[in-house]
């Protein structure tokens, strides 16, 4: 046998992979910058119920005990980070957070560089750190990074599926599972992607043969996904839905759009809705009818919640029968807007959270008071138009080389363009239209633009450089 076809030395291999472990344990590191920054984890007001109710699931689910948790926030992300923080510290769901992203995307490199592996996934992750939003998310303790950790894994277990090891696969597929748990968002995101692979297996009978198996994978574990939380909702509220409890997002939205405002100033006369008691003061924003204290939903006693949660779709299938242009128009734009919106931002000081801290973290509020964030001086401004032009940029790269890559047969980069491209479009759709504008939702995701153009640079610059070598030769 010749040498350049002996066999790995096991010592090698070890050493290997102690180099790329220490690779990812570096990255993770640097992806907790803007936490280094502020001196503490990024918070939100649902951090504070995403911290105080890991406790409160955990006990009805195990001991049987049935108390107050927030209807409206991802008990599985709770019961997920509850075993790193025991409510003590938030930073080890950080930890969590830098590590799962600093893995997957290990993994997406592995799967499109074969040389110099190590320096070029410390390179991408340098630029997604201080050129995107990731490091912003992976600071903040919500479950927003956990989307583009679901969408990659996605990838990986479809187009990427022979780079990945046994335990891999299985480690991902759990991924998958939680990262649809962990917010609404992702699991309507991740059906769509099932829908989508769907589409690309029945239209094409090369995808069919080549990633018929990781398909079918990923959609089964969205399924279970589905069945797990129609499951816990039946044993926590007794009630067999996915989205048991949650505030009447669409009522508050086509209200706010004006055609469902519009339909109950026309109809309430000969209706008997509970919202038909507001029809005289109906706010102008879905956030002051859901959120503002004085507002409809906010100042409603628990009885009137559910009546205006059980009228919520009448409402909106009679809006949409009523003026389905003007609604169409309406979601359309906000859609638009929300595509276009996603300023690093939402890391203000918030004087319920603060005081709440202490709720569900004992002595945690003392360590949050030395923040940066306490005194409203995170300074997101400079790296959101930082981001925003890498943005642009990386879509300009993507977009011009996109034919090139179907010529040269690059199917793992249009596997990663095929998940990454829609999704982008459709979080814009499932959160601006049907939920609010919010510059967070698109910037929790619009990352994964950056990284599929230096994917796509690296992936150029392999190929130029073999085919170079292969010329020498």
């Not at 839905?241 to 519009?262: E, K, T, W």
């Not at 306490?374 to 981001?387: C, G, I, Q, T």
Request: net charge positive; glycine share 6%.
């Amino acid at each position: 046998m010749s040498a350049n076809h002996s066999p790995v030395p096991a010592e090698t291999l070890r050493e290997r992979r102690k180099r790329h472990i220490f690779a990812i344990f570096f990255a993770a590191i640097g992806l907790c910058w803007p936490a280094f920054l502020n001196r503490y984890p990024l918070l939100y007001p649902d951090s504070i119920t995403y911290i105080g109710d890991g406790p409160a699931v955990a006990a009805a689910l195990f001991l049987h005990r049935f108390g107050h948790f927030g209807w409206q926030r991802s008990a599985f992300y709770s019961l997920g980070i509850l075993p790193f923080h025991w409510n003590r510290s938030p930073w080890p769901i950080v930890a969590v957070h830098a590590l799962l992203t600093a893995w997957v995307l290990w993994l997406v490199v592995r799967s499109m560089v074969s040389r110099g592996r190590t320096r070029s996934y410390l390179l991408v992750v340098c630029f997604l750190s201080g050129l995107s939003s990731v490091a912003w998310f992976v600071s903040f303790v919500v479950p927003d990074i956990l989307g583009p950790a679901l969408y990659l894994s996605i990838y990986l277990l479809v187009f990427a599926r022979e780079t990945l090891s046994r335990t891999e696969r299985w480690l991902l597929a759990a991924l998958v599972w939680w990262g649809c748990l962990a917010h609404s968002t992702h699991l309507l995101l991740g059906v769509c992607v099932c829908v989508l692979l769907g589409g690309l297996l029945a239209l094409s009978r090369r995808a069919r043969m080549r990633f018929w198996r990781g398909a079918a994978q990923v959609s089964v574990i969205v399924v279970l996904a589905v069945a797990s939380q129609l499951a816990l909702n039946l044993f926590l509220f007794g009630k067999l839905s996915l989205d048991a409890g949650r505030p009447p997002l669409l009522m508050a939205r086509v209200i706010a759009d004006g055609p469902g405002r519009l339909y109950l100033e026309q109809n309430c006369p000969h209706l008997s809705w509970s919202i038909c008691k507001h029809v005289a003061n109906l706010p102008q924003s879905e956030d002051d009818f859901l959120w503002l204290p004085t507002g409809i939903f906010s100042s409603a006693t628990e009885a009137e919640k559910q009546e205006l949660r059980r009228e919520e779709m009448p409402l909106v299938l009679a809006t949409v029968r009523a003026f389905p242009r003007e609604q169409l128009r309406a979601s359309l734009k906000n859609a638009w807007q929300q595509l276009l919106y996603f300023e690093i931002a939402d890391f203000g000081n918030s004087s319920w959270m603060e005081s709440s801290l202490n709720t569900v973290m004992p002595g945690s509020e003392t360590s949050y008071r030395r923040s940066l964030q306490s005194r409203n001086e995170v300074p997101s401004d400079f790296f959101s138009d930082l981001a925003e032009w890498t943005v642009g940029l990386s879509l300009l790269v993507v977009l011009g080389m996109m034919p090139l890559l179907w010529r040269w047969r690059a199917w793992r980069l249009c596997g990663m363009a095929f998940i990454v491209l829609p999704v982008i479009g459709l979080n814009a759709v499932l959160t601006g239209a049907l939920s609010g504008i919010d510059a967070r939702y698109q910037a929790r995701v619009v990352w994964l633009v950056p990284l599929l153009a230096v994917m796509v640079v690296a992936w150029g610059m392999e190929r130029y450089w073999g085919n170079r070598g292969r010329g020498v030769a």
